[in-house]
């Protein structure tokens, strides 16, 4: 037995109370009785005395809409999908943070398909140059760097795909935090 079972018992003495059914004392007896309910005989009683032995049909509660992201922002068209994968393509050009950072602040503008794929590339070159400098205080961090920085290499090109076929691409291990 669930508590949604107790609360569809509890709103039926509501309404039976509402329509004058019962008073003031039979509603707090039946409301204590359903609430305290372990199993689903013990709430036939409760519904037996409020509609004889023919309760009637509850139906079931209606179903949750799916959980759902929020939408992807569509291209407007072939341009915007092409300066959105120049967005994450451009930092193999050596424009590590600034390139994805100058298509936020020309492009970003305009499209919001540009801008949600220029923040995700900005984001995750941000975190990629924060685990070059922090790493290097360990030794396992001086052997991660060129792993890290291929990942980021084979990463942006993926983006750079995606991009271009209009889909929705999040890099791994990212700290977004530019929204």
Same mark, same amino acid.
């Given at each position: 037995m669930t508590n949604d079972d107790r609360d569809n018992v509890v709103e039926h003495v509501k309404a039976?109370?509402?329509?004058? &059914?019962? #008073?003031? $004392?039979?509603? $707090?007896e &039946?409301?204590?009785?359903?609430?305290?309910?372990?199993?689903?005989? $013990?709430?036939m009683p409760i519904m037996t005395d409020l509609y004889g032995s023919h309760p009637p049909h509850i139906p079931p509660p /209606?179903?949750?809409p799916p959980f759902q992201l929020t939408p992807q922002p569509l291209a407007r068209d072939s341009? #915007?999908? *092409? *300066?959105? =994968?120049?967005?994450?393509? @451009? =930092?193999?050009?050596? +424009?590590? *943070? *600034?390139? /994805?950072?100058?298509? +936020?602040?020309?492009?970003?503008?305009?499209?919001p398909y540009v801008r949600k794929h220029a923040i995700e590339s900005l984001n995750f070159h941000l975190t990629v140059l924060g685990a070059t400098i922090l790493l290097p205080i360990t030794v396992i961090g001086v052997i991660l760097i060129p792993l890290i920085w291929v990942a980021g290499i084979?990463? =942006?090109?993926?983006?750079? @795909? =995606?991009a271009l076929a209009e889909g929705e691409f999040r890099y791994p291990?990212? +700290?977004r935090l530019i929204k």
């Open positions: 039976a109370y509402a329509e004058g &059914r019962l #008073d003031k $004392d039979e509603m $707090d &039946r409301l204590h009785l359903a609430m305290t309910a372990r199993t689903h005989a $013990d709430l /209606p179903a949750m341009a #915007d999908r *092409v *300066v959105a =994968s120049a967005a994450h393509l @451009i =930092s193999l050009t050596g +424009l590590f *943070v *600034v390139g /994805p950072l100058i298509m +936020l602040l020309t492009a970003g503008k305009t499209s084979v990463l =942006s090109i993926v983006g750079g @795909i =995606s291990w990212t +700290l």
